[in-house]
């Protein structure tokens, strides 16, 4: 049995504990007792006049990190030297104009509802997942292996979740959820990524991780600079009754009594009483803990994490694997009112996995990475329209840059770390159908036609979601700033 729990651990490329008091079941819910850094600044009343903006009720976004390489994607180069287009071939998709790898024949049927942005492109060929889902206008090796560096700003589900907090609306499900666990914490002896946190927003606006635990059936052989081990991969194969929790937070076990969180409440005011006799401000957080214990006491969460409620078939079509399971477990959590849910494809057990194909890229592909997102990706955006629910809910696939071109000669080839241009998919909330925006040159090395920003997707991202781009935060220092300064909406992306 592969139970995916316990402490974090670290990778390649520090991170120390969070220097908060977390108290019992509310630890996965990122509630603290003290947290003084908070931007005051509501939304604009001023909204710009457009059909677009507000399209989307809420958001699901589906991060690949380590990145996968756009010639094996959406930006297919079949007429390029082999050492470029590789062994892969293309096949019709949907969209017309737009084929896609051989390896994503599920993918292949619903691209005609999706938007296939080829022309990102900036000059970080790092991790930055910082870069590419927060505000940050630039960042480093030392940023990307701190996620607590004074320098970062908050990742975009956190401050979707601070904006949603300041309509003082009581909602039973949290707005900024994160599958399947802790970003970066099921690797081997390497340090935490920077990224999915909320840096100057304080630690309540965190993500709310959730834990999977079940047993992964595949095993999978993976290679790190000439060292090889074997896993049982849980992104290749899972058993039918894994499940996502949320800790006792949204999960109550027969120890964990409600008389019990009375008590942990008492606490918790108790706290409270010491800092005011101390001279300290206020504990603010009354709103946060009634939110937490609502979650405790009622079946929201849990419901909407119960992925068994799902038909066989709908399970089957979003594929077992952990990431199709908890893509899945995304749209039923939006369903249940959730603004922003994030589902990580991340890497486990080794250094260097995930979509970061230096070695072993064609066998990876095949065997690894590209049959799971196929399921689940493809899944996602027909469940969505046969519920009604895709024009309302947007879903962006994102990653933090591209691959290179040519194909290095290591055992099963491999492709390197390029950002000078790839490609994300987006769909439904607002965004056109059966579209391709950008280009890129001959070998998809270069843009060469609509060069785009991870900053104005996330501008395009907040657009949609009904936040004017000059809402205003505010820093560690306070000085108030727009939630994505150097952001444009991209105006071909939408409908």
Request: a neutral charge.
């Amino acid at each position: 049995m592969l139970r995916v729990l316990g402490s974090a651990k670290n990778f390649c490329d520090g991170l120390t504990r969070r220097d908060a008091m977390w108290v019992g079941g509310l630890n996965m819910l990122g509630l603290t007792l003290a947290d003084h850094l908070r931007a005051s600044t509501p939304p604009s009343a001023d909204q710009p006049k457009d059909l677009s903006f507000g399209k989307a009720k809420n958001c699901i976004l589906l991060y690949l990190y380590g990145s996968p390489s756009q010639l094996e994607l959406a930006d297919m180069k079949p007429d390029a030297p082999p050492e470029i287009r590789g062994e892969l071939k293309a096949i019709r998709s949907s969209l017309p104009g737009c084929d896609v790898c051989e390896l994503l024949p599920y993918t292949s049927r619903v691209m005609d509802r999706v938007t296939v942005l080829r022309s990102l492109t900036h000059k970080h060929p790092i991790h930055g997942v910082a870069y590419a889902t927060t505000g940050i206008d630039n960042i480093d090796v030392a940023m990307e292996l701190n996620p607590h560096d004074g320098r970062h700003w908050p990742f975009v589900g956190s401050v979707v979740s601070y904006l949603e907090q300041q309509k003082k609306t009581r909602k039973a499900v949290p707005d900024n959820i994160a599958l399947p666990w802790p970003f970066s914490s099921r690797r081997t002896g390497e340090v935490q990524r920077a990224g999915p946190y909320a840096a100057y927003l304080g630690s309540r606006y965190h993500p709310h991780y959730t834990e999977f635990v079940g047993e992964a059936t595949r095993e999978i052989t993976k290679t790190l600079q000439g060292k090889y081990e074997t896993f049982k991969e849980p992104y290749v194969g899972i058993a039918p009754n894994g499940r996502f929790t949320l800790g006792d937070a949204a999960t109550p076990t027969a120890e964990m009594t409600l008389d019990r969180l009375d008590r942990r409440k008492s606490l918790l005011a108790q706290f409270d009483d010491a800092r005011r006799l101390r001279g300290e401000a206020p504990a603010t957080y009354e709103e946060h803990r009634r939110t937490a214990y609502e979650m405790i006491s009622t079946s929201t969460v849990r419901d909407a994490l119960d992925i068994s409620r799902e038909s066989v078939k709908t399970r089957e079509n979003y594929g077992m694997t952990v990431f199709g399971q908890a893509s899945l477990a995304a749209r039923r959590l939006v369903e249940a009112g959730s603004k922003f849910v994030t589902v990580f494809w991340d890497e486990f057990g080794f250094a260097g996995s995930g979509w970061d194909t230096h070695w072993e890229h064609y066998p990876r592909m095949k065997n690894e990475l590209m049959p799971g997102f196929d399921r689940a990706f493809s899944g996602l955006i027909l469940d969505l329209e046969q519920r009604g629910m895709l024009d309302d809910t947007l879903v962006v696939m994102l990653s933090e840059h591209g691959r290179t071109p040519k194909i290095t000669t290591v055992n099963g080839g491999g492709r390197d770390h390029w950002a000078q241009a790839y490609t994300a998919l987006f769909a439904g909330g607002g965004t056109a159908r059966g579209r391709v925006v950008g280009k890129t040159d001959k070998i998809g090395g270069t843009v060469t036609d609509r060069p785009t920003s991870p900053k104005d997707v996330l501008a395009t991202m907040y657009h949609l979601l009904g936040y004017d781009l000059e809402t205003m935060l505010r820093d560690k220092t306070g000085r108030p700033v727009p939630i994505i300064p150097g952001g444009s909406v991209v105006r071909e992306l939408l409908a």
